[in-house]
């Protein structure tokens, strides 16, 4: 059965912008920096309106991350973009001491995340850094779905007060989220209502899991999908509820297997509500040059990876 469509396709990045240009309508006290890549981070249109409130630091990254921390302490709401490698991997130390330590009302804009950058290839393609920035303590990490989400994920990023991680993506992509909707930090989003196993599944990988689900209810297999956008805070009580009513799970994300989504839904399960969990991930690799539908393929992200993991992750609950 199928329950979504689309009509475009659209990069998560315009979305982010999009966002922005809102944002910074709104709130004459939101200011964008960028280092050297204000195309690639769609902050284009914010740069033409708003002149006097964007920053170009050039390739310096961990100035950027330093001068954004300063202007949020003088009161304003920076958005410090950069491709996601740069943005944090460079830049770690001074993310952690002068953003998430002083809890800075930062928001890091981390474009061209995961393996889909595509033919950038290793160097640029980051696969930790969901892990990175969510052990850092107070730091909020958002990975919407779609343009729709993204543009909603960042009005709700410039609202809220305190640091942001906000992840999203080059490729273009389904738009099957409601442009009207509300984010809410830390809401999981039921997509599809099922009992046999539930599918947790953030970013990129919500489609991929759309189309698993049709895969599965062909089979005779009714799965529960959740969209989990922010991976934290975590909604807890979203998990242990769908777990619960189906008695296993299944994480699918554009990421390392360590450090992402699923192991933040296992360290929960295993704490309060033990079951059987498979991954679907990058298993401990780097990324590597391609198409990035090549590369999804190859590092086992596409739906029928989704499917197998299901039916492993029922294999097991009926043991």
């Known amino acids: ?3 979504f469509s689309y009509t475009e396709k659209k990069d998560t990045r315009s979305g982010f912008g999009a966002g922005l240009l809102e944002v910074g309508r709104k709130n004459k006290d939101v200011v964008a920096m960028c280092a050297d890549l204000t195309g690639s981070l769609k902050m284009d249109a914010f740069k033409k309106e708003f002149h006097d409130r964007f920053f170009q630091a050039g390739i310096a990254e961990a100035n950027m991350i330093s001068v954004g921390s300063g202007m949020a302490v003088a009161g304003k709401v920076p958005f410090v973009g950069s491709f996601a490698e740069f943005v944090t991997g460079r830049v770690y130390d001074q993310i952690r001491q002068s953003v998430a330590y002083t809890g800075a009302n930062v928001k890091i ?8 950058l595509g033919e950038d290839g290793a160097t640029h393609q980051v696969m930790e850094d969901i892990g990175m920035m969510k052990m850092l303590p107070g730091m909020v990490v958002i990975n919407p779905c779609d343009y729709n989400q993204t543009k909603a994920a960042t009005i709700a990023a ?12 080059r490729p273009t992509v389904p738009v099957f989220t409601p442009e009207d909707q509300k984010f809410e930090i830390g809401k999981a989003v039921k997509m599809i209502d099922g009992c ?4 947790f599944a953030t970013g990129h990988l919500v489609w991929k899991a759309i189309e698993a689900c049709e895969i599965l209810e062909d089979k005779g297999i009714k799965p529960e999908l959740i969209n989990i956008h922010t991976i934290k805070p975590l909604d807890k009580e979203a998990v242990i509820e769908a777990v619960k009513k189906c008695g296993c799970a299944v994480s699918a994300e554009e990421h390392l297997i360590n450090g992402g989504l699923g ?7 295993s704490r309060e509500y033990p079951a059987p969990l498979e991954y679907v991930a990058v298993d401990d690799k780097f990324g590597e040059s391609g198409k990035p539908d090549e590369l999804m393929a190859k590092f086992g992200l596409e739906a029928p990876d989704i499917v197998a993991a299901v039916e492993r992750a029922i294999a097991r609950k009926q043991k």
């Open 196 to 199: 046999d196993v539930v599918i």
């Open 263 to 269: 192991d933040s839904i296992a360290q929960l399960l």
């Open 1 to 3: 059965m199928k329950r």
């Open 109 to 116: 804009a981390a474009s061209h995340a995961g393996i889909t």
């Open 158 to 169: 410039a609202e809220h007060k305190g640091p942001v991680y906000l992840r999203f993506g």
